[in-house]
């Protein structure tokens, strides 16, 4: 058996769109064909090393669904715009990493999955937590949610012919009550993605006693103030008498002048006088021996 689309050719099966052998006689097609399209269609009997003639006729898609908008928890749907099965629109007490599901969609072949964080924005999906893709109909985030924290969700799913609309629902989480055990966790990250500090343990905290109050500081009495004696002021002087101060007088000091001599100078002094002292050992000598004679 062949399909192909009748796309006006001279011949019908220039391309097939689709071909499979059988042993009975009904077959159900595995491949997605358009909606609205016409496909020519034929099929032959096989026996052992013959084949029979090919038998051609043809057929029209169905058109597709019109795109209507369907409450969230009104269960699944063939076709047109998805709707959400779990969790439903407006519900509370939702346990961590809940399963999210939504109603099948003929035709599909994947669908896309946003969760954020109700804000408070204009914009529900402003703070995005978690987003995700898949080829089924539900999925369990790999991601805790935050307890008693409400969340926006939604689903969209892509087929051959493009992407239906999105289609949005919200639901908060339940209270941690009951808990044994708790999680801390800390990052510079909205969406904890890369945290710090993650840490897992039980709750122990100690019963502190009330505090103790202050203790009441003793009254204080001042002593009465005692009146000082009385200063006499200091005598004015007499403003008709005329007071001279002596003058300051400075010490004169006598400049200290200090001579350097240069040692080659002093050197060249010393040599003159041991010259002269040689000079006149040499004449008392020479005239001593003269009076000899």
């Known amino acids: 058996m062949d399909i192909a689309e009748d796309t006006g050719a001279d011949d019908t099966f220039a391309t097939i769109d689709y071909s499979a052998e059988a042993a009975t006689n009904m077959h159900a097609v595995t491949t997605l064909l358009k909606y609205g399209t016409t496909y020519n269609w034929r099929v032959r009997a096989i026996k052992t090393f013959r084949s029979g003639p090919w038998v051609t006729s043809s057929f029209t898609t169905v058109g597709e669904p019109p795109e209507t908008a369907v409450p969230p928890s009104a269960g699944p749907m063939v076709g047109g715009q998805l709707s959400f099965l779990s969790p439903l629109d407006g519900a509370t007490g939702v346990r961590n990493q809940p399963t999210f599901s939504w109603g099948r969609r003929i035709g599909t072949t994947g669908y896309d999955l946003v969760i954020a964080e109700d804000i408070g924005r204009d914009d529900p999906f402003a703070a995005v937590t978690y987003t995700a893709s898949t080829t089924t109909d539900s999925h369990v985030p790999a991601v805790s949610f935050r307890y008693g924290t409400t969340y926006n969700w939604r689903v969209s799913a ?59 500081e003793p009254e204080t009495t001042e002593p009465a103030p005692q009146d000082e004696p009385a200063v006499a002021p200091p005598p004015q002087a007499d403003p008709t008498r005329v007071q001279f101060e002596p003058p300051l007088v400075m010490p004169v000091v006598a400049p200290t002048v200090e001579i350097a001599i240069p040692t080659w100078a002093l050197a060249t002094v010393i040599g003159l006088l041991a010259t002269l002292v040689l000079l006149l050992i040499t004449v008392l000598v020479v005239v001593g021996r003269a009076r000899r004679y």
């Open 158 to 216: 892509l087929s051959a012919t493009g992407k239906v609309p999105w289609v949005s629902s919200s639901f908060t989480m339940g209270a941690a009550s009951g808990a044994e055990s708790y999680e801390l966790v800390a990052s510079t990250d909205s969406r904890l993605a890369d945290p710090v500090v993650d840490r897992r343990g039980t709750l122990a905290l100690p019963v502190m006693p009330p505090p103790e109050p202050a203790p009441a």
